[in-house]
């Protein structure tokens, strides 16, 4: 999942038909003059981050005046929303609220089907929403071959008692938001609240999207708008971790290379398959050390991919050794492993008899596999160890060499 800011998703919206408030999005407090000339009335200050609760934050203000504007701009230009620098503010024209609504377009893991949920209780997050009103809520399951016409729309709205011509215009605009989510790949879509003004004209107050980014390669128009990658993280991509999604997306159809940086660390920890890494990563932790990462990579990676990931992991400042694991039943070729890691080892001048290094792997082509290792110097084990031993060893090794550093 990549989230798209606020601004995008509303351009969005504008563009399959859907009234949105007008806004300016600056990236300075020296455009924010611009901005207030442009919309004349009361605004909303806004962080472009791409994570909710900004408001809790306070990270959404509402200027009485020019000046106060400003000041508050400063401020938000200068925080960090769960650790996400604010880049860019929307400057959006303040709506007139008469009733607020909620709209949302998503997956449903279950049903494995889109689904649309609706209330007429918006203003506050859906889950104490279905808590405290659970008879303010509909949902409805879309048939993705049929998608969602007005009529099923208005049906959904006119169970939760609206009619007349505000249930024709939720319809409309409720069949155009799912077409918006459908269009790009989302993995959700919400509006919350869904702006009722005194003219019963509707307003998304804000828009919280974010698309498959395994989708991306279809969606180029989204390209320059997403952090591939960034699904799998709770703060901003750092540089290294940026490189090694390049490695990954260069060759897309090829085996997968994940890398998360880890404060501090010794160890370089490479590993294969989602549960064979979290068993190492916990037997590392166990034995009384820190990864400097966590890496999943599997799915048969070319020999350049491995490289790409090793090369990355191993230049991490502080890496002092590389434990290269996975767990017997998986499908990557051993031998591409095992080309990609001595390559990058010897790029980086990585002596084994210096730079500490446990391989334990088997599988496709080992045989192959554990040549390459061992003319470089590398010890090689297959089935002979488990993965818990394959760490102690790790363990032993980098204490034993930081104990003849330090004599």
């Not at 820190?290 to 491995?306: H, I």
Request: charged fraction near 30%.
């Amino acid at each position: 999942m990549a989230r798209i800011l606020e601004d995008v998703g509303k351009r969005f919206l504008a563009e399959a038909g859907i009234m949105v408030p007008e806004s300016v999005t600056i990236e300075s407090v020296s455009e924010l003059d611009e901005a207030l000339d442009h919309l004349e009335g009361d605004v909303v200050l806004k962080a472009l981050v791409p994570v909710g609760k900004r408001g809790k934050a306070g990270a959404i203000k509402f200027p009485v005046d020019r000046e106060e504007a400003c000041s508050q701009a400063e401020k938000i230009f200068a925080m960090e929303v769960r650790e996400f620098p604010v880049e860019k503010i929307l400057v959006e024209e303040k709506v007139a609220i008469n009733e607020e609504y909620y709209i949302s377009a998503a997956y449903d893991k279950k049903a494995q089907l889109p689904v649309v949920v609706a209330s007429t209780a918006g203003g506050i997050e859906v889950e104490s929403m279905s808590r405290q009103h659970p008879d303010q809520i509909k949902k409805y399951h879309v048939d993705p071959f049929i998608g969602l016409p007005d009529y099923k729309a208005r049906e959904l709205w006119a169970e939760l008692g609206i009619s007349g011509g505000l249930l024709r215009k939720l319809g409309q605009l409720t069949s155009r938001v799912y077409h918006v989510f459908d269009k790009y790949d989302c993995t959700t879509l919400e509006i919350n609240p869904l702006v009722v003004d005194e003219e019963e004209e509707l307003l998304p107050a804000d828009c919280v999207m974010a698309t498959d980014d395994l989708a991306i390669f279809r969606q180029p128009e989204l390209e320059e708008f997403v952090q591939v990658g960034s699904e799998r993280l709770w703060r901003p991509l750092t540089e290294l971790e940026k490189e090694i999604v390049e490695v990954n997306e260069a060759d897309p159809y090829r085996g997968t290379a994940r890398y998360i940086e880890v404060e501090g660390g010794e160890i370089g920890f490479m590993c294969g398959g989602g549960g064979g890494s979290l068993v190492m990563f916990d037997s590392l932790m166990r034995l009384g050390e820190r990864p400097a990462n966590y890496t999943e990579f599997g799915g048969n990676p070319s020999a350049d991919k491995v490289y790409g990931l090793a090369r990355g992991i191993i230049s991490k400042p502080g890496v002092r050794g590389l434990l290269v694991c996975c767990n017997i039943t998986n499908n990557t070729q051993v031998d591409k492993v095992a080309e990609g890691v001595v390559r990058a080892l010897k790029e980086l001048d990585k002596d084994p008899q210096e730079f500490p290094i446990v391989v334990r792997y088997a599988g496709v082509n080992d045989e192959r596999g554990q040549e390459i290792f061992e003319s470089a110097g590398i010890e090689y084990h297959g089935e002979d160890i488990t993965m818990p031993e394959a760490a102690r060893m790790m363990v032993e090794k980098i204490r034993d060499k930081n104990s003849a550093g330090r004599s």
